[in-house]
């Protein structure tokens, strides 16, 4: 049996280190009580079902004090038992805690009425140092965005980097803004726009009137050949690279013909090289 130990300050990522797990098949139990983790497993052991090959468990300061401080021994335990066992502890900034507390309006798990969002958070770190000491693997999420805290802990486990490269492909429109978290950015806004013609403005990239419109206008097919290509070259690499996602971004003025239908066309052609291609438009209704 496999068994990771997801811990850390609250805001630091162990929800979505948590969601990462199950997507990839782990039997996932978020905020058990720290003495119920042995008798758990000792179950799941006995049982002979394969569904608990491989556990991720949640833990963090709501865990009983004592058990806490206990838990350097219960791991060693855990570990007795012939359990394959990874502590993965979530470090992060606390002024970057705080900012994400302050935009999300969560509370605190050791805020109350006589304790502040700083005083918690301080709590918090002094309760948790025997978790962190005991981790085999500290990561520091201050400078990561969502996205690229799930490929941090993508890039942490075997079957994930055994697997193929996930691709998103997004379509947007400039005018409200390029999207967070991309990749690579391609700019279609030098094709002929669609928008002009009265029968094709109220559609978008994904109708056939206007694909077949672009099609026939000059430049639209040298450029899909083109970022074609460099993605072909590139691609491979960020593969080999042990990268498990990859977003590239084409961008028009206003997210709803030549950027829909360029994402569309890139899509169908990456479809079947890599595991999952995954085609989004952000601006279209």
């Given amino acids: 049996m496999k068994l990771t130990i997801v811990s850390g300050l609250s805001g630091a990522g162990k929800t979505v280190a948590l969601r990462q797990y199950e997507d990839l098949g782990w039997f996932c139990i978020d905020n058990i009580p720290l003495g119920l983790i042995e008798p758990l497993l000792v179950h799941a052991l006995h049982s002979g079902d394969a569904r608990y090959n491989r556990v991720a468990i949640g833990v963090d300061a709501r865990a009983a004090p004592a058990e806490i401080e206990d838990f350097p021994r219960s791991v060693e335990e855990l570990r007795g038992r012939d359990i394959d066992v990874d502590v993965l502890f979530l470090q992060c900034d606390e002024q970057v805690l705080l900012k994400r507390y302050n935009e999300t309006r969560r509370k605190h798990p050791l805020s109350d009425a006589e304790t502040s969002l700083v005083e918690a958070l301080q709590r918090e770190r002094r309760l948790l140092k025997p978790v962190s000491d005991a981790a085999d693997s500290v990561l520091d999420t201050t400078g990561l965005n969502l996205h690229e805290l799930r490929e941090a802990i993508h890039r942490r486990l075997p079957e994930a980097r055994a697997g193929r490269l996930s691709v998103l492909f997004l379509s947007f429109g400039f005018k409200n803004g390029v999207p967070d978290g991309v990749d690579f950015v391609f700019d279609a806004r030098c094709l002929p726009n669609p ?11 994904r109708d056939a009137a206007v694909a077949g419109w672009l099609r026939g206008q000059a430049g639209v097919l040298d450029f899909e050949r083109d970022v074609g290509g460099f993605l072909s070259s590139w691609l491979p ?45 952000r601006d279209l209704g």
């Avoid at 928008?195 to 990239?205: E, I, T």
């Fill in 237 to 281: 690499r960020f593969q080999e690279q042990d990268r498990a996602y990859v977003t590239i971004a084409v961008g028009c003025t206003g997210g709803q013909h030549r950027s829909v239908y360029l994402v569309e066309a890139l899509g169908q052609q990456f479809r079947e090289r890599f595991g999952q291609v995954i085609v989004k438009h």
């Fill in 195 to 205: 928008h002009w013609d009265p029968n094709l403005r109220p559609l978008s990239g």
